[in-house]
């Protein structure tokens, strides 16, 4: 028996979700559904970093099993690929130790938030990002950006329908660029709650339009009230970029 | 009655190409189907630039119709676009003399080709490139390509079913691109004989991976025989990108 480590992309306009759900197509059921016909019928749970929503895309996905498969190691992506449609891709396989937990030995996650801000529609876009085609104060984004930096507790900017208790959590990196037609948030921190980047991408953007100020920011946060954050940006700008760990777990920087 | 242009924008992933086929989900019959309802179930018969076969996308397909409607030129696009599915997108109206035709009158057309060179796939652009990741020899892919430039009996470049008379046809652009990932084939010409673009691609590829010399360009078209030409490369990477008529129609540049 040895542990693998999988680097997974999907795209997740065809999926419910990430997580098994009874008669749903999710990443989750057809990753396993791969793996099971590759160990001929025996059923294998993968653990992945984390759940993604109905929409939501994965460029670094990490999923872990455990496996009594010979398969080298580099022939693990096209034997399971092989087996998946082809919205969803495994990139690289790694054996890790046995103590390796996708989950629980992440250190860091990143996420990017796509807008899509062209005042024509984009239908090759309408997937991957968010059509928001309005005039936007970049320097007030930026302000309201770095105010959630840091180490802040986040029940504003958390779905109020989650059960977690604790919501500290410390955010390196809240950043706004301009790529092209687009406008890309990209966060960085230690953990994120249910919902956390789309509302703090929502939010931002409702500074970006001027219908409030950055300075909010600070008392959104202290009020711990999820009604006084913006609306909750649609899934499918949504990316989950990279799971960090201790330890580089693939040979590829991605 | 007035005759109407537009300027329209698909996604052919979902399409049974352009033309109306019974039981298939087509561009023509569904923005036929759409323009019935604004016509409060009256047919309305459009008229394109020309075909896409399935998979094949549009940046700037042009058609026209004639219509009584007496609707504002600038709010055509909305109430279509209101009737229409998301792959597929009117971006501007214009009113055109009562004689112009969408096909007889496009004096150039511009196909865009596009293939991921990256070795790693990429999920979101799987409906829009061609995965080609093999070295190319971009030097010797250039020169084959100025010899398709001019004009030419594209017979080789042509599928052998068709049953145009004429094969004889102007290109005046044949480029080759490096785009961050992405290899981009530009083509313009006076007109395109059914798969042109796609075999030339296809030709270009298996000289780029030095499967024949570039020289072999000239023998090729000089011996009007489709199966000296390579293989046709898949619709999925290919775009029209514009429809060149002698006035501009539309007030924006696209």
Same mark, same amino acid.
């Given at each position: 028996m040895r542990r693998m480590a999988l680097w997974a992309m999907?795209?997740?306009? /065809? =999926?419910? *979700?990430?997580?098994v /759900?009874? *008669?749903?197509?999710? #990443? /989750?059921?057809e990753i396993e559904r791969a793996l099971a016909t590759l160990h001929k019928g025996?059923? +294998?749970? +993968?653990?992945?970093s984390g759940r993604t929503d109905t929409g939501v895309h994965a460029r670094?996905? #990490?999923i872990h099993f455990d496996t009594t498969l010979q398969i080298p190691v580099e022939r693990w992506p096209k034997a399971i690929n092989s087996c998946l449609a082809d919205d969803v891709r495994i990139i690289e396989a790694a054996v890790v130790p046995d103590d390796f937990h996708s989950r629980y030995d992440a250190i860091q996650k990143e996420y990017h938030y796509r807008v899509l801000i062209e005042q024509k529609p984009d239908v090759?876009?309408? @997937?991957?990002?968010?059509? =928001?085609? =309005?005039? &936007? @104060?970049?320097p007030k984004m930026e302000e309201a950006a770095s105010l959630l930096m840091g180490t802040h507790d986040f029940s504003s900017f958390c779905a109020s329908n989650t059960s977690v208790k604790d919501k500290v959590r410390t955010l390196s990196r809240v950043s706004v660029e301009l790529v092209g037609d687009e406008l890309v948030f990209? &966060? #960085?921190? @230690?953990? =994120? &709650?249910?919902n956390m980047v789309r509302i703090i991408v929502g939010t931002l953007l409702e500074v970006g339009v001027e219908k409030r100020e950055p300075s909010s920011m600070s008392y959104i946060l202290q009020k711990?009230?999820?009604s006084l954050a913006g609306k909750t940006a649609p899934g499918n700008g949504l990316f989950l970029r990279k799971v960090y760990y201790n330890n580089d777990i693939f040979s590829e920087n991605y």
């Open positions: 999907y795209d997740g306009t /065809q =999926f419910s *979700g990430y997580q /759900q009874p *008669g749903k197509r999710t #990443v /989750q059921s025996t059923e +294998i749970r +993968i653990h992945s670094g996905q #990490v090759w876009k309408r @997937n991957t990002t968010y059509h =928001f085609p =309005f005039p &936007l @104060n970049y990209k &966060l #960085v921190g @230690n953990g =994120f &709650l249910y711990k009230d999820r």
